[in-house]
């Protein structure tokens, strides 16, 4: 059974980090490209970031670039987001997902809430 399990979110000042992580199990993680997607209230979810299996290659929103940073550890199985210099704009539920080429299998989500 597939598992993804995000944890990191919280309450951030604008211009602060956080780094949210993705715990997953249930498959071969080193198999699959991974993405970081979010889902702001009212808005469509969105992809944040994707990272290739051996993690060499990644890719951003042009929101994002920059600023966050997607990579993982196979070894573990488990991806991370490192968010710098937030927005109130990167408000969110941020989910983790698993590429299946064309589908994505998500996560529950953890919420960042950037305010001052």
């Known amino acids: 059974q597939v598992q993804l399990v995000e944890s990191g979110g919280g309450l951030v000042q604008p211009g602060g980090s956080l780094r949210l992580s993705c715990a997953a199990s249930?498959?071969?993680?080193?198999?699959?490209?991974m993405t970081w997607h979010r889902q702001a209230p009212g808005n469509e979810r969105e992809l944040v970031a994707h990272?290739?299996?051996?993690?060499?290659?990644?890719d951003y929103a042009e929101s994002v670039k920059g600023r966050f940073t997607i990579a993982r550890d196979n070894t573990n199985n488990i991806l991370y987001l490192q968010m710098n210099s937030l927005k109130p704009e990167d408000t969110a539920v941020y989910y983790c997902?698993?590429?299946?080429?064309?589908?994505?299998?998500w996560g529950k989500g953890t919420l960042v809430t950037v305010s001052a």
């Open positions: 997902g698993r590429d299946r080429r064309g589908s994505f299998d």
């Open positions: 249930g498959f071969a993680f080193s198999m699959y490209s």
């Open positions: 990272i290739s299996t051996s993690g060499g290659r990644t």
